[in-house]
């Protein structure tokens, strides 16, 4: 047996979800959005991604409390029984007499990305994702905390409520769960997209 294929490249099917993810508001490819409702296969390297991003997010929870006073953890968020999401976490901070609660989402990066961010570059699908949740929850300004994986060093920074820009997203979710057919692929003259390299679903819209 090669134990280094086993290990990363074996196949495990991840069930079908009955329910599209608000995580994923920010996903430009609609026909991924539409597919992840089905069951798919992932490798146990991808699998292992997920069940680290889960274990990191708990460690830098324990850390923000030192500065927050967390109310809410995993709350569920239900746009309808087709649309639904979990944020990691909502509270406000220890030395706010208003005691204004704030959304709290917690991202792991490499460097490169990391310091994109730091410079005032925020990922277009984080600010997606917690403008859909902070719109829910009737929230107006929230955290992102990103962790740098390769220097372990932690940067927060400040989102405000964009109400237009997450009843777009929401109304774009929307549309793509009500589909009985398969949306059009992404790509570029004819060629996958770019972010096609990555997806779960390369075989199927490529192979």
């Known amino acids: 047996m090669d134990l280094n294929h086993y290990f990363n490249q074996k196949i495990v099917t991840q069930p079908a979800r009955p329910y599209l993810g608000l995580s994923q508001a920010g ?7 539409w597919l992840y409702q089905q069951e798919r296969a992932i490798t146990k ?3 292992r991604i997920f069940e680290t991003g889960k274990i990191l997010e708990g460690m830098i929870l324990r850390e923000l409390k030192e500065i ?11 746009i ?31 460097y490169r990305r990391f310091s994109e ?19 829910a929850l009737k929230l107006k300004s929230g955290f992102l905390v990103a962790l740098n994986k390769d220097t ?24 793509i769960v009500a589909s009985t057919q398969e949306p059009e692929r992404l790509s570029i003259r004819g060629l996958p997209h770019t972010i096609c390299q990555w997806c779960a679903f390369k075989d199927h819209c490529w192979g």
């Not at 996903?27 to 959005?33: A, F, I, P, S, T």
């Not at 309808?80 to 976490?89: C, P, S």
């Open 27 to 33: 996903d430009e490819c609609d026909r991924r959005l």
């Open 45 to 47: 390297r991808e699998a």
């Open 68 to 78: 927050f006073v967390i109310r809410n953890r995993q709350k569920e968020i239900v």
């Open 80 to 110: 309808d029984e087709k649309i639904k999401g979990h944020v990691d976490a909502i509270g406000y901070l220890r030395d706010d007499p208003q005691k204004i609660n704030y959304l709290i989402e917690i991202k792991t990066m490499n």
């Open 117 to 135: 961010l730091v410079k005032g570059l925020v990922p277009k699908e984080y600010v997606a994702q917690m403008n859909v949740y902070m719109y």
């Open 152 to 175: 372990s060093e932690l940067y927060l920074t400040q989102l405000q409520l964009d109400e237009m820009s997450a009843q777009i997203h929401i109304n774009r979710l929307k549309q």
